[in-house]
Nanobody
Framework: QVSLVESGGGLVQAGGSLRLSCAASGRTFSMYTMGWFRQAPGKEREFVAA????????SYADSVKGRFTISIDNAKNTLYLQMNSLKPEDTAVYYC?????????????????WGHGTQVTVSS
């Protein structure tokens, strides 16, 4: 069984930064891909970033490339998403998820476990 708990969301002005955390239990990070997704009201859940905990390869959505950074602290079993230069369109509930595939999937269906999400609101 895998448990994922996100934290670090909040309200920030455009141009500001936030760091999201995802604490995991019940799984070894180095054996799986971890990802961040987000879902805005009335929209589908969309891929943000993913990282392979074994080889530390990463993948990003074009909309966040150069602004967001995904990372893992294996010793703490914690996944992070550093978000800089935030824009109002980044406003959404952010979810972390884990996948048993090693090829950095970008579709929600490829992920097996999900956290409950943390709200990020960026004001203009």
């Amino acid at each position: 069984q895998v448990s994922l708990v996100e934290s670090g969301g909040g309200l920030v002005q455009a141009g500001g930064s936030l760091r999201l955390s995802c604490a995991a239990s019940g799984r070894t990070f180095s054996m799986y891909t971890m990802g961040w997704f987000r879902q805005a009201p009335g929209k589908e859940r969309e891929f943000v970033a993913a990282i392979n905990g074994f080889v530390m390869s990463t993948s990003y959505a074009d909309s966040v490339k150069g602004r967001f950074t995904i990372s893992i602290d294996n010793a703490k079993n914690t996944l992070y998403l550093q978000m800089n230069s935030l824009k109002p369109e980044d406003t959404a509930v952010y979810y972390c998820a884990s996948s048993t595939t090693l090829v950095l999937p970008t579709t929600p269906a490829a992920y097996n476990y999900w956290g409950h999400g943390t709200q990020v609101t960026v004001s203009s």
